[in-house]
């Protein structure tokens, strides 16, 4: 399962004594030594649907998820590959009800925010909602609730 992995590769594929990061840079074999990663812990009795591979983008995850089922085979859809974000809405949607979440909640884009704001404060102009987005997140940043906001907005355009 190991073929055309050098030893670095090798060590980390053999590696089954708990989480293992492989930091490498672009074109490096990091899919190729994940992906045998995955049938490695497969071959020695992980359950698939134990395993996650976590990535940045979703194309590495594509790339990944394809690739295991290339190797793997019908193992690999038992396989958690997904990116970062994907994990935590994920988890999100699992457990959430303990936060107070639905599960059928919605993740706002920038584009939905500056809409919802618009519309909040009665304006057609996207610069300003932008603007009052920036603001709100500079509070959120600082930790301050909406009535700490409040008591610290400038102007009327901040209330």
């Given amino acids: ?3 055309g992995l050098n030893l670095a590769q090798q060590e980390a594929v053999n590696y089954l004594h ?3 990061l492989v930091l490498a840079g ?3 074999g990091k899919t190729r030594v994940i992906t045998h990663k995955i049938g490695r812990l497969i ?4 359950a698939p ?8 983008t979703n194309k590495a995850a594509a790339e990944m998820r394809e690739r295991a089922k290339d190797l793997i ?6 396989v958690v590959v997904c990116t970062f974000h994907a994990l935590g809405v994920r988890m999100m949607r699992e457990d959430g009800a303990v936060l107070g979440l639905k599960p059928q909640f919605s993740i706002l884009d920038s584009d939905d925010v500056t809409k919802i704001l618009k519309d909040a404060g009665g304006t057609t102009d996207a610069a300003t909602a932008r603007i009052w987005q920036w603001t709100i997140s ?3 940043n600082m930790g301050l609730n909406a009535a700490e906001a409040l008591a610290i907005a ?5 209330r």
């Fill in 1 to 3: 399962m190991s073929s």
């Fill in 18 to 20: 708990g989480p293992c």
């Fill in 26 to 28: 672009a074109g490096s």
């Fill in 43 to 46: 071959q020695s009795g992980v």
């Fill in 49 to 56: 649907k134990s395993i996650a591979a976590i990535t940045f």
């Fill in 73 to 78: 085979g019908r193992d690999a859809k038992q």
């Fill in 138 to 140: 500079k509070w959120k």
């Fill in 154 to 158: 400038a102007d009327d355009n901040e």
